[in-house]
């Protein structure tokens, strides 16, 4: 429902792209995928598994590879997983087309889940491509590998609004028309994740906002919060992923 869209990960993925061409990345090694974004394939998820499968096919030992993913993420019990987490759920990116039943917390398509994401950076890291992500969603914490209900989808001031990027599964629209199985890559064999360093905007069982910003300034838009603070600190050159970390 239109009430639920999240306004700002156009603007997210805008900033991220600019602030790694400022970081010396080529233009041509940035795929995206979003709306509102000119040039930019729509982010539905085949579209998603498609653009990965291509990245796993051009890169070579020794390369850096960067995922980037802003907008909603919710959690659903999955007892389809190879691997159950303390708490029985699976978190989810929820792409464009993403659909739910009304009244189920157990069916969803078009999304992401964490065991697509694990078997993904799995076969990244197998081609020992050293690998980071940022995953600016609620929900986000074992995106690639607690169960209190979202609050509200927004509050504050209509001038000021803060949106939410979590959603409950009951929240989405039903008639989800049958959905194409996702490529994924044959699983790899699990190997030391030394190679592999990853952001999350919250825990697994927490929501994350995006928010006009800067603050008060006039020209502020509607950002991630995790989106903005990495960019700023890329913006300090840190040296470490700790300086990252740590700005």
């Known amino acids: 429902p239109q009430a639920l869209w999240l306004q700002a990960p156009r603007n997210d ?6 602030a790694l061409l400022r970081q010396g990345f080529g233009a041509a090694d940035i795929t995206v995928l ?3 974004v000119s040039g930019a394939a729509l982010p539905e998820s085949q579209a998603i598994h498609e653009a990965l499968a291509r990245l796993l096919a051009q890169s070579r030992s020794g390369d850096f590879v960067l995922l980037y993913f802003s907008g909603h993420g919710t959690r659903l019990r999955d007892i389809a997983k ?3 987490e303390a708490d029985g759920l699976s978190e989810n990116f929820l792409a464009r087309d993403v659909r739910g039943t009304l009244g189920s917390d157990t ?3 078009g999304d992401l889940s964490d ?4 078997v993904w950076i799995q076969s990244f890291l197998a081609k020992n491509v050293f690998i980071a992500s940022v995953f600016d969603t609620c929900s ?3 995106m690639t590998r607690g169960a209190a209900d979202a609050p509200a989808t927004a509050e504050g001031p209509p001038d000021d609004e803060v949106r939410w990027r979590g959603l409950r599964p009951a929240q989405l629209a039903a ?4 959905a194409r199985a996702p490529a994924l890559p044959a699983p790899a064999e699990a190997v030391p994740r030394a190679r592999y360093v990853a952001f999350f905007a919250s825990e697994s069982h927490q929501i994350t906002p995006e928010l006009r910003l800067p603050r008060k300034a006039r020209d502020a838009r509607p950002q991630g919060l995790l989106t903005w603070a990495v960019v700023e600190a890329l913006a300090r050159r840190p040296a470490t992923w700790r ?4 700005g």
């Open 82 to 84: 190879r691997y159950q």
């Open 107 to 109: 069916v969803l398509t």
């Open 115 to 118: 065991a697509d994401f694990d």
């Open 175 to 178: 008639g989800a028309p049958p």
């Open 243 to 246: 300086d990252l970390f740590d």
């Open 140 to 142: 986000a914490n074992s």
């Open 13 to 18: 993925v805008i900033l991220m792209r600019d």
């Open 34 to 36: 979003a709306d509102g």
